[in-house]
């Protein structure tokens, strides 16, 4: 039995921090009753238990890294943790209860980007996510079961607007719908098969399809062997406060750019 | 409540205030023996009978329509509606609950009513006014708790709605709204059942409308603006005369439409974003910019 505690010991033994994901309310009053040493940090999709320090989770990572990671990434751009700390991790593996605990110490290489992706973008957080749940979708499922690409150039949107021009009538149109709607989502997929870029505004609201992107491309970086679209997209989220987020019709990844970089590369798959 | 303690409360009830014979007679005809029933019957006035068929008749119906106002309420999903506000609490601390109140509510109202038609049909002659009065005020009486009872259910779950609305406001102040609103509920209440029995209650109406008039008058104040903002944000978000991506001039302000709202417009500049209220952008004009 000392065997069992000692390994459990051992992981949360001389930590800075405890991250409860997803916690529920009783399990969060536990840990924030008990008055610890360690600073207890909430990673949730929703402040459901109004923690103090609180790191926001767009997306419900399936991947148990990447979910740490994120939440990690959060804290340390939010100046909860440091380089060289050591948190311990309470985490939901398998459905139910928290499972797992996992012991992580936090570096530098752990800025992926992601976090800032979604809380510095010019757009609402939760367009930004609403976006890539339908990127994602579109990922996993295609366009009628054939593999699909699409391009949806999010925030700025007076700014991309201008640095654009229509292929073919709009079809959102003196139309007031905004992303996130399930309905809207279903005319995405079905509009994904429209060549050009979708332009999303700040709020959410589909400012049009169709859309021709003519930014200066010079100076754009991006990895050999992506195609015109990701060209595209990088080159806007440059030349403008966009965010671009990009499916690939040929390998199925999802991209995201901001500021002419390549920031985010996941799998559909996986999520 | 078992249905045998309701016939023994009511029967004794009865013939209480009654006359001799009936007082006597009555818990008799209780007892009676099936083998001389034809005697029995012979020997008992019709009234006595006609009275123990409405004490009967009476108390089925009370209990029936009692569980039946219970299951109505459960059925219409009232428990779950009224889940947490303090009369339920209240009433959980006695181990029953609103929907039960209210059931048993129904139950004494028509035992009431039961002995009251006992008491005519039996034909008693003392305090006939007293009586009749009674019967008046009975049904007022029964309507005004009833109020009161749905007055402080719904004051309390108004309450509880307008809290959860405005947890996200992270004011201490913010307090106040549904309070404010839960009283005016309650108040209201009362007032509805003061009036349904009878009591004078001008000077309070006259309060409750120089209170509503305060509330109308200040908010239309208050929101005088956003409303004026709203009216012209529908006419921009319907005919959209400018729309995200044109160059604009809002009086002084200058540059690309970056959204639209019902109350602001959104507009861009080389770094500066000016939120334009919409109802400027009607007194002002608009310039859309063509190049």
């Known amino acids: 039995m000392s065997a069992l505690s000692d390994l459990l010991g051992d992981v949360v033994s001389d930590v800075e921090s405890v991250f ?56 340390l751009e939010r100046g909860f943790v440091e380089e060289g700390d050591v948190v311990t991790c309470s985490v939901r593996i398998f459905d139910g209860d928290p499972d797992g605990v996992v012991r992580v110490r936090v570096e530098e290489a752990m800025r992926s980007g992601i976090y800032d992706l979604f809380a510095n973008s010019r757009a609402d957080p939760s367009v930004i996510r609403d976006v890539f749940e339908v990127a994602i979708e579109l990922g996993k499922k295609g366009q009628k079961g054939k593999p699909v690409g699409a391009l949806f150039v999010v925030g700025d949107a007076g700014k991309v607007m201008n640095k654009s021009r229509p292929l073919s009538y709009n079809p959102f149109e003196k139309s007031h719908v905004h992303v996130g709607d399930p309905i809207v989502n279903v005319m995405l997929k079905e509009f994904s098969r429209l060549d050009g870029a979708f332009v999303i505004s700040d709020s959410g609201k589909l400012v049009s399809a169709y859309r021709y992107l003519e930014p200066a491309a010079e100076g754009v970086d991006i990895p050999k062997g992506l195609g015109a679209r990701h060209m595209a997209g990088a080159a806007i989220t440059r030349d403008t406060n966009a965010t671009a987020i990009v499916l690939s019709e040929s390998d199925g990844l999802v991209r995201a750019f901001k500021s002419g970089q390549i920031i985010l590369e996941i799998d559909p798959e996986e999520y | ?58 108390v089925l119906a009370a209990l029936l329509l009692g569980s039946l106002t219970t299951r109505l309420l459960v059925r219409l999903g009232v428990p779950e ?92 102040q913010i307090g106040i709204f549904p309070r404010l609103a839960k009283f005016t509920v309650f108040y209201v209440a009362i007032l509805v059942a003061l009036s349904q029995l009878g009591v004078a209650t001008l000077a309070l109406v006259v309060l409750l409308a120089v209170y509503l008039f305060a509330l109308v008058l200040l ?45 602001v417009t959104h507009v861009e500049n080389n770094g500066e974003e000016f939120i334009v209220p919409n109802s400027l952008v009607f007194a002002e004009g608009v310039v859309r910019i063509r190049n």
């Open chain 1, 20 to 75: 409860l994901f997803s916690p529920s309310s009783s399990h969060y009053e536990r840990f924030a009753d008990a008055d610890l040493d360690e600073q207890v940090v909430v990673v949730a999709p929703e402040n459901d238990v109004d923690a103090e320090t609180y790191v926001e989770l767009p997306l419900e990572f399936d991947n148990i890294r990447d979910r740490i990671k994120f939440g990690v990434e959060g804290a």
């Open chain 2, 219 to 263: 908010t239309a104040i208050a929101l005088s603006d956003l409303l004026k903002s709203g009216a012209a944000g529908s006419y921009l978000l319907l005919n959209q005369p400018y729309s995200i991506g044109d160059e604009v001039a809002i009086g002084e302000r200058r540059g690309i439409v970056q959204e639209v709202n019902l109350f």
């Open chain 2, 1 to 58: 409540m078992t249905g045998h303690e309701a016939v023994g409360t009511v029967a004794s009830a009865a013939a209480l205030p009654g006359s001799d014979d009936v007082s006597l007679l009555l818990p008799a005809t209780l007892q009676v023996d099936l083998g001389r029933l034809p005697d029995v019957f012979g020997a008992v006035p019709r009234g006595v009978w006609a009275a123990l068929f409405i004490v009967v008749g009476g």
């Open chain 2, 81 to 172: 509606a009224i889940e947490g506000t303090a009369f339920e609490r209240a009433a959980r601390e006695f181990e029953t609950s609103t929907v039960e109140v209210l059931g048993t509510l129904v139950r004494f109202f028509i035992l009431g009513v039961t002995f009251l038609a006992v008491l005519s049909v039996a034909n008693i002659t003392v305090a006939a006014s007293f009586w009749r009065r009674t019967v008046e005020f009975l049904p007022q009486l029964f309507f005004a708790i009833v109020i009161l009872i749905v007055g402080v259910v719904v004051g309390d779950k108004i309450h509880l709605v307008v809290g959860e609305r405005l947890t996200g406001v992270k004011l201490p």
